[in-house]
């Protein structure tokens, strides 16, 4: 069966939604419910979401959506379809960057206004002690040994969507709507009478599939691909890879894994970006893989 309304979880969906300017209203009320009282947001704009190194040679830092309050917070919305490696690195060097921008040239005194990361996963961490691994919201800031927070303009807020289990039934907050929303827009028929309110009624709106143009359909339609197939590829060849890393080594695991994804069509920037690699790292797994098989192939011939 068709489904009516888009999946959150795919870039085109996800964009549609929150990341354009008639879509503002979804993304502010989605963060109010996770900000404290002092940092609601009443209006905001959306700022370039590629940032350049401070020279040629330095990484850049594409987000998937970065914006400013009007009070000058920043903030940044990453969606995370699926594992990577040192995930949480990535999440501490990507918030150096709105750090970075608000430097001052000239005289300056070093105030900083607050950075907020949201990590909205559809995913749970596996490094969880068993009393937090079925939480959904883990919110994480600079603490000193006393376990007082050190800084508090800092502030890393990662949803592990998969652990929210509410039904339609159990929705009582603001915060539960959004998160039952990502988790099951796309299988919905029609409107639950908890989500009548006047913002979630503008996102059906926006998600209603029959209401695309027929480029943004089937700019939909392959960005859902998209979507499945790298869940698929990347949970399949992960498995694999714990299974033949016990056997013949981390390292040759993950070039496998790598192999798997590119064969699969998965663009080698993303197979990097997912893996942690760089792209000259991706390409000399390809190479050597090529190579290899050129050998392999002059042996049988002589």
Known sequence: MKEKYIN??????FK???GE?????????????????????HELQFCNNEYQGA?????????D???VSATGEYFIVELQKAKQNFFKDRS????????QQQAHRGDWDFRLSAVYTIGILDFVFDDEDNAQRDEVIHRVQLKNQHHQVFYDKLTFIYLTLPNFRKTEDQLDTLQDKWFFLFRHLHELDEIPPRLREKVFLS????ASIARFQPEERQAYESSLKYYRDLKNVIDTARE????????????????????KMLNHGIPEAEVAKLMDLTLQDVQTIKKSTVLSNCTGNDADRR
């Open 92 to 99: 501490v060097f990507y918030a150096t960057f709105p750090i």
């Open 240 to 259: 694999e890879g714990r299974e033949e890393g016990e056997h013949i080594g981390y390292q040759r695991a993950r070039a496998e894994t790598v192999l």
């Open 65 to 67: 959506l970065n914006c």
């Open 21 to 41: 300017e008639a879509s503002k209203e979804h993304l502010i009320s989605f963060l109010n419910t996770l900000l404290p009282e002092h940092h609601q947001i």
């Open 16 to 18: 549609k939604a929150f």
């Open 8 to 13: 959150l979880f795919t870039d085109f969906g």
């Open 203 to 206: 996102l059906f709106e926006k």
């Open 55 to 63: 020279t040629a040679l330095d990484r850049k830092a594409i987000f």
